[in-house]
DNA sequence: AAATATGCATAATATTCTTAAGTATAAGAT
DNA sequence: ATCTTATACTTAAGAATATTATGCATATTT
């Protein structure tokens, strides 16, 4: 796992992404795609991801519909219009900024001695 | 500039990877550098920054030392040897989870006009 | 029958950042 | 000379976002 404050602020950028490949899914499936296709790396907190959800659906960029599977109700989220610009946009920024930060390490090598250390 | 968010996170990274490169350097200098180095595509703001340098030497991962520059007095900061390591495992896990993320969002191809959008 | 997995929600707390204000010296421009 | 910008550090108030913990409930596996 990675430590907790590289993931903050990626996770509307997972959601997002996520909902413009698979038309519909629900929070618990989303949770379960993140861990399977990052071996686990990255495991979504319910106390994270459902509030996320809900703001990203008063912001307008998602919407829901309610699925009775058997006696439990199943809540799909779905990218609006505006939700799949964003996804775009926030992919996209995310790329730049890992292009960026990993220039901006690049001259970074380990060096477990450095000789001026204190 | 990013939105802040996706800085979150990262900047003790960036603080003990230039440090690691340099032998000292004092916290306006950091800002100038991150600045010059990204082009202003990321730019440190000193409420950020002082506090994280004050918090990284407080847990033994740097050292200061106050130096006069006329009147002014300039805070120079330097790794420990745990700030050294602190420094590779850092850098390393954005490089890891660079990957992870950069995985993570590969299947997605920006479009514009997705069939199932509400 | 018990344990684990599925599924959603929210409150309390912690962390980390933004924004803003305060303080002060140095250098460049008008 | 004076004003503006750059240099340089600090800290407080507030916002945003995550962690941790709790609560509730059904379904499946052992």
Redesign the interface.
């Known amino acids: 796992m990675?430590?907790?404050?590289?993931?903050?602020?990626?996770l509307?950028?997972?959601v997002l992404?996520l909902l413009?490949?698979n038309?519909?899914m629900y929070g618990y499936e989303i949770t379960q795609h993140?861990k399977d296709?990052?071996q686990g790396?990255?495991q979504l907190t319910e106390g994270a991801l459902y509030p996320t959800l809900h703001k990203l659906e008063a912001d307008g960029l998602l919407?829901t519909e309610k699925v009775s599977i058997g006696k439990r109700v199943r809540k799909y989220y779905?990218?609006?219009?505006n939700?799949?610009?964003q996804?775009?946009d926030k992919?996209?920024?995310?790329?730049?900024?890992?292009e960026?930060?990993?220039?901006?390490?690049n001259?970074?090598t380990?060096?477990?001695e450095?000789s001026?250390?204190?």
Chains 1, 2 share one sequence.
Do not use: C
């Open positions: 990675y430590s907790p404050e590289l993931i903050k602020g990626t509307q950028t997972i992404s413009s490949e038309e519909r993140v296709r990052t790396e990255i919407t779905r990218l609006t219009e939700g799949n610009k996804a775009n992919v996209n920024e995310f790329r730049r900024f890992s960026t930060m990993n220039d901006l390490l001259s970074f380990p060096n477990p450095l001026w250390l204190s």
